[in-house]
């Protein structure tokens, strides 16, 4: 299976603090993408980085992809109250799936 | 304008009965999913269609039917439901293939079997 594993699964830190979350998976990809979800709400999708990308910015966001190690990691800078979420990784092969990771709830303290 | 919707958002009934999900987006995309978030947010493709044709159909209990008919829109309807069919089930689209893209979402239908 390619489907991705973040780490850690819960991540609590002070509001301002920069916040990083881990993606590992196990089979070639296309791309990886991250997903943030809100509490009853759906997935919004937030970057996306190719296999022949090694690193990618949007905003606060910064995303990695080390293929030789078949990982991913999304730095978010200077956490906001709003940045409170679940974040899941996501990798598309070649078969036309996109498979998510199980996600990292993020919780930013005040 | 909602892009990608979903209803109902909230489902509630029995087991044995047989229950509808729709989904409509607006964003001219080619290819719709349903994917079902169980209790520990665990999120599993079930169903994808590309211009209303089945392209992938995971593991998914023949209960399940997904319809496409038009491919502006996505329905699931499950029949004689069971209590492990709880969860929240989200619809999402994308424009071509998603080895070359993102997957837009919509805001999701949960299913409560009693």
């Known amino acids: 299976s390619q489907q991705g594993e973040e780490d850690p699964q819960a991540l609590s830190i002070q509001e301002g603090e920069n916040a990083t979350m881990n993606c590992s998976y196990k089979t070639s990809i296309n791309n990886l993408q991250w997903y943030r979800q809100n509490s009853g709400r759906g997935l919004v999708h937030l970057i996306l980085i190719r296999s022949n990308e090694r690193e990618k910015h949007s905003g606060r966001l910064r995303v990695t992809l080390d293929t030789s190690k078949k990982s991913s990691s999304l730095l978010i800078t200077a956490s906001r109250a709003a940045d409170t979420a679940s974040y899941f990784c996501a990798t598309a092969g070649r078969d036309d799936k996109i498979i998510f990771g199980k996600g990292t709830r993020l919780h930013i303290l005040p | 304008d909602t892009a990608v919707s979903q209803t109902p958002k909230y489902l509630v009934t029995q087991m044995g009965n047989d229950k509808s999900i729709k989904c409509e987006q607006n964003l001219g995309h080619d290819t719709m999913y349903w994917y079902k978030q169980d209790s520990k947010k665990f999120l599993k493709i079930m169903f994808s269609?590309?211009?209303?044709?089945?392209?992938i159909n995971e593991t998914v209990p023949n209960r399940f039917s997904p319809k496409s008919p038009d491919k502006a829109h996505l329905n699931l309807h499950i029949n004689s439901l069971e209590l492990g069919d709880s969860a929240v089930y989200f619809c999402?689209?994308?424009?071509?293939?998603?080895?070359?893209?993102?997957?837009?979402f919509g805001e999701g239908s949960r299913l409560t079997v009693l």
């Open positions: 999402a689209s994308s424009q071509g293939l998603v080895n070359t893209g993102e997957l837009f």
């Open positions: 269609y590309n211009n209303k044709e089945l392209i």
